[in-house]
């Protein structure tokens, strides 16, 4: 299983950060409180391995605190649809890219309609992603990891 984090050197090790994920993720779908506790546990007591080439800390750090803070609700009820998670902005600066401040102002707003309830803010901010033309500058971030982020959070809303 590949998880969607860069890899870098003196990264955490992959196959441990793979096996942490599988499961807490299988703990995340999973009605019993013991389960999701345990998870929870596991996530808090780790000590993530670094190796010469392995997942960049910082996006498995955001990551595990994520699924922390997902960890912390109540289980889901058999039937529910749980909201997709959505990573955090992370990505990385190339020589052209997407413009960066762009970026952050389309993802502050998408992110802030993603956090209410509001199908009005949910809909100004779908029509946003699908209508925005961002720019290429000299050092902004990385096109594919953008788009990717886009896609998400059209999934998403």
């Known amino acids: 299983m590949a998880l969607p984090f860069v890899v870098a050197l003196r990264g955490y090790d992959m196959r441990q950060v793979e096996t942490l994920f599988a499961e807490v993720d299988g703990a995340l779908v999973a009605e ?42 109540p289980a889901p009820r058999s039937g529910a649809v749980r909201p997709p998670a959505i990573t955090p902005l992370s990505f990385v600066v190339t020589l052209r890219g997407y413009d960066m401040r762009q970026v952050e102002s389309l993802f502050a707003e998408v992110d802030g309609a993603l956090a209410t309830d509001s199908a009005v803010s949910r809909a100004a ?32 809303l």
């Open 32 to 73: 019993s409180a013991a389960s999701r506790a345990a998870a929870r546990d596991a996530l808090r007591a780790t000590t993530l391995r670094r190796r010469i080439r392995g997942y960049a800390p910082r996006d498995v750090d955001a990551a595990i605190a994520q699924r922390l803070a997902a960890l912390a609700l």
């Open 125 to 156: 901010a779908r029509d946003a992603l699908r209508a925005v033309s961002l720019r290429r500058r000299l050092r902004g971030y990385e096109v594919q990891q953008v788009d990717a982020a886009i896609g998400e959070r059209l999934r998403a």
